[in-house]
């Protein structure tokens, strides 16, 4: 193979791509290294608690998130994997237009809708998680998580 | 003139990098579906028990595993790449590594799919 004709040392420097170096930042890169990490954490325990436990995939209802979001941890741990998640996406994303976009117009507009859609759902997923009401007025008893009943 | 050498291109590498890129981005458009359908919980029960029920079904079922796969090559790769550039000893044994990464997923999924289709399918 090509492999062994290729002595390992020279392999060892980065070699400089012609798009994305020098366009990703260094912080872009640490970020997506750290951020990478938490998720693996966040998201592993998110999809082993929803789906593995309980009854699994046929549990998820509003009963069943406004059961969890009753604690503060779920709450807090739901925004960490929102805003990380959306900033490793975004970030990857970046990268992937810088790649393949080419042109005057095109990657402004891709870049543009990225931005702008990571920051609609960063603001709306924040507001539904810390503004979310378990028992609202109105809603058929019947959807709502058992504690309603004592709240109103 | 044969191309510059680069760890990125052919054999397990490649492949490795084109999982990457893949697997993300089809992460990244569910994220962006999930965070609306999870939004519905502020519009009203109703609603949000209505496009969750979706989730539900046995086609969704499939997507789901399709997802936790996306997920967990995803993550395992992605460790991978921050072995590779941070330690000379994970850069020399990147395909072998590579090759970890697919046994893990197999391991996973073998624990997850069971489980998972008894839930979505068998009423469990």
Sequence with gaps: ?????????????????????????????????????????????????????GDGVSQIDFAFVAGKWAAPLWRWWDFAMLVLALGHGYNGMRMIVDDYAH???VPHILHWS?????VVLMVLGSLVIFTFDPCPLGAD???????CEDVR | MPPATTLYRG??????WLVHRTTGVAIFFF????????????????????????????VYAIVEVGLVAAIIL??????????????TWALRHQRMLSWIVWGIFAVLMAGFLPRHLMHAFGGA
């Design chain 2, 31 to 58: 994220l962006l579906i999930h965070i609306l359908d999870t939004s519905l919980v502020r519009v009203s029960p109703e609603a949000y028990n209505a496009v969750i029920g979706m989730y539900k079904t046995p």
């Design chain 2, 11 to 16: 054999r397990e590498g490649m492949w490795m």
């Design chain 1, 1 to 53: 193979m090509a492999r062994s004709a290729t002595p390992a040392p020279p392999a060892l420097t980065p070699i400089p791509s012609r798009r994305t170096i020098g366009r990703a930042q260094p912080w872009a890169w640490m970020f997506q290294r750290v951020s990478g990490v938490i998720l693996i954490v966040l998201i592993f325990t998110h999809l082993f608690i929803n789906l593995l436990t």
């Design chain 1, 114 to 118: 990225l931005r702008i859609s990571t």
């Design chain 2, 74 to 87: 995803h993550a395992f790769n992605g460790l991978r790449i921050i072995a590779v550039d941070r330690w």
């Design chain 1, 141 to 147: 008893p019947a959807l709502l998580p058992t504690f």
């Design chain 1, 103 to 105: 042109g005057r117009i």
